[in-house]
């Protein structure tokens, strides 16, 4: 398997795309048979703004 047209694919070559796409596939089938209970959309936005806003504060307190 050949190098990839870097326009057209992040990955290098044929088997790092092949090596890729099972891990993620292997991910998502993961996930779909996860017993675990879901994280409501309201409380991940909220913990995604905190993270947010800490790393805002830090930047203000470098002066950037």
């Known amino acids: 398997m050949g190098k990839l047209d870097p326009i057209y694919s992040e990955f290098d070559t044929e088997e ?5 796409d099972k891990w993620f596939r292997a991910q998502v089938e993961a996930a779909l048979a ?5 994280t409501p959309h309201d409380q ?12 805002r504060a830090a930047q203000a307190r470098l002066g950037g």
């Open 44 to 55: 991940v936005m909220a913990e995604i703004d905190a993270i947010i806003e800490k790393h």
């Open 34 to 38: 996860s017993t675990e209970p879901d």
């Open 16 to 20: 790092e795309a092949e090596a890729h």
